[in-house]
């Protein structure tokens, strides 16, 4: 039997605790060869259905660009500007969110 063992990871909008979601991290071996973390939050809400993905080096690395990624998509409305032709890049990350 195989095991397979998968962590628990919050991300909030800024200092705001009533709005934190909570999702996976996973490690992982990323595109240039070292270890690190990929976590993927679902931020659902009575307003929003959606996943926002990162990886990072590090858990606090990946800490930090999914609590961004919540505050884009619930304040800044990122999938909109997406819709509109800007993605990550605009943001100076390397993030991406997908639709659930």
């Not at 200092?15 to 939050?41: A, E, S, T």
């Not at 993905?53 to 997406?82: H, T």
Request: proline share 1%; net charge negative; charged share 20%.
């Amino acid at each position: 039997m195989a095991i397979r063992i998968t962590e628990l990871f919050g991300a909030k909008a800024g200092d705001d605790w009533g709005r934190h979601y909570m999702g996976i991290i996973k490690h992982c071996v990323l595109p240039n060869g070292q270890q690190g973390v990929f976590g993927r939050i679902d931020i659902k809400d009575s307003e929003h259905n959606e996943v926002a993905c990162a990886s990072a080096n590090s858990r606090e690395q990946l800490g930090v660009k999914l609590d961004l990624l919540v505050l884009m998509v619930l304040d800044y409305g990122i999938l909109d500007l997406k819709a509109n032709g800007m993605n990550s890049d605009t943001f100076g990350t390397n993030m991406t969110i997908g639709l659930s």
